[in-house]
């Protein structure tokens, strides 16, 4: 979510003649889009505050001492920076104790920051030309469907930063995802906290399955994926739909979080471990080409040895293709937030590091299977030399080749496989340059 927001918000930027470094200090304006799901999320947005702070004193005292500017933004009297996402949550308390950032502005709110910024510019006396975007155009691009989340998981800090849901109508979502496809785009994510309960807050009630007939039949869009589902929420229906739409990929993203069903319970998931399993059988059993990735969370308050064990034996049993494993820590104001965190880190990063090397193996063996085999790629780009692309199964494979296939299919034999990465080489096209 946090990566289509910036994408957007550089559209917005570069319409009014902004254009993107990648050096802060070249920069007129900053802005740090944030991220505080985890600690070590928020500890890396606590440094680079710090950075930027000695930044914007730098930018302060280069303008006292200038007299004469050759640059077009000689207007701006120091840079301009801004945080948005979910780190911003009490502005008021937050503009006292970083004095330095000009405007902070809630997750999402990308409107509200365009606005900001034609305030200052028309205090500075300067109308910036209008352009098109400069960004390349991304072979894979993103649309949000909804935004924050109705369900109130114990040790979530998302529903508390983004609110509740809020769903965006079809028709601005078919109209978004038309317009990305007109500038190149070949696959389509739809995204929200919650995708499987996209609609219901929503006057007609529509579906996700409703979005995903809707934008089936976009000329020159050739991918569709979604995330992230809710094992509580995903219906036979969704399931249906992904099966009888071609162009949906077989893969699907369901945090299942533990293993067990007490912690289950004490992280409000709202489903069972037998539930989830049988949530599973019923997506293998209708697509059985599916790939199945999770997230799983260790060490939460209270979880003993045993309940741990069950959560590896699910991982070993269900046999993901990905597993996103991260300790538990504590984010302020939720409910576990006044639990005791009794599992001493050092067993959180035993924990940690046993569902890693179990899933290691697994997704080694799994993609192991495909060596020899024929796969299609939807090539985004090169990366150290050799073109990369992801199969509908979104396995990332690299080839050589001197040919541009950037935004085109390819068919590749699989040559060699690990268990993040394979290598193939080239068979035919399946598909023009887009």
Excluded at 134 to 155: E, F, K, W
Excluded at 190 to 209: E, F, I, M
Excluded at 305 to 321: A, G, I, P
Excluded at 413 to 424: A, D, I, N, Q, Y
Aim: aromatic share 8%; with cysteine; charged share 25%.
């Amino acid at each position: 979510m946090n990566r289509a927001d910036a994408y957007r918000l550089g559209e917005e930027l570069e319409k009014r003649g902004y254009a993107p470094t990648n050096q802060p200090e070249a920069a007129d304006l900053v802005v740090l889009n944030t991220c505080v799901v985890r600690q070590s999320a928020e500890d890396k947005v606590l440094g680079r505050l710090s950075s930027l702070s000695s930044l914007k004193r730098r930018a302060q005292r280069s303008a006292l001492l200038q007299t004469s500017f050759d640059s077009p933004y000689s207007y701006r009297e120091s840079k301009l920076v801004c945080v948005m996402g979910c780190f911003v949550d009490d502005i008021q308390a937050l503009e006292t104790r970083y004095p330095y950032v000009d405007a902070f502005f809630k997750p999402s709110d990308i409107a509200g920051l365009m606005h900001f910024v034609e305030g200052w510019e028309a205090e500075q006396g300067e109308c910036p030309s209008q352009r098109q975007p400069l960004t390349a155009p991304q072979v894979s691009d993103l649309v949000p469907i909804s935004y924050g989340c109705n369900h109130r998981c114990t040790y979530c800090i998302v529903t508390l930063r983004r609110g509740k849901q809020r769903s965006r109508p079809i028709a601005e979502i078919v109209a978004e995802a038309r317009r990305l496809v007109g500038r190149g785009a070949r696959e389509i994510t739809l995204l929200g906290q919650n995708v499987d309960a996209y609609g219901s807050d929503l006057p007609d009630h529509p579906t996700l399955a409703d979005i995903l007939r809707a934008i089936h039949d976009i000329e020159d869009l050739w991918r569709i994926r979604f995330l992230t589902s809710h094992p509580k929420d995903m219906t036979q229906e969704i399931i249906e739909a992904a099966a009888a739409l071609p162009k949906v990929c077989e893969c699907w993203e369901l945090p299942v979080q533990s293993g067990d069903d007490a912690i289950l319970r004490r992280m409000a998931r709202g489903y069972t471990v037998e539930h989830f399993r049988d949530l599973v059988h019923r997506i293998r059993e209708r697509i059985p080409r599916s790939a199945l990735n999770t997230d799983i969370i260790v060490g939460f308050p209270g979880e003993t040895k045993e309940q741990f064990e069950s959560t590896l034996r699910l991982v070993q049993e269900t046999r993901f293709d990905t597993v996103h494993v991260a300790a538990y820590s504590v984010r302020p104001g939720t409910a576990a937030s006044g639990w005791e965190d009794d599992v001493p880190p050092e067993e959180k990063e035993r924990r940690r590091a046993l569902i890693e090397d179990a899933q290691t193996q697994i997704a080694g063996e799994l993609n192991a299977a495909l060596l020899g085999q024929e796969v299609e790629l939807l090539v985004d780009g090169k990366q150290r030399g050799r073109w990369r692309g992801r199969t509908r199964t979104n396995k990332l494979v690299f080839f050589e080749s001197s040919d541009n296939w950037l935004g085109r299919l390819v068919r590749v034999r699989v040559t060699w496989t690990g268990p993040w990465s394979m290598r193939g080489a080239v068979l035919t096209p399946t598909g023009c340059q887009a």
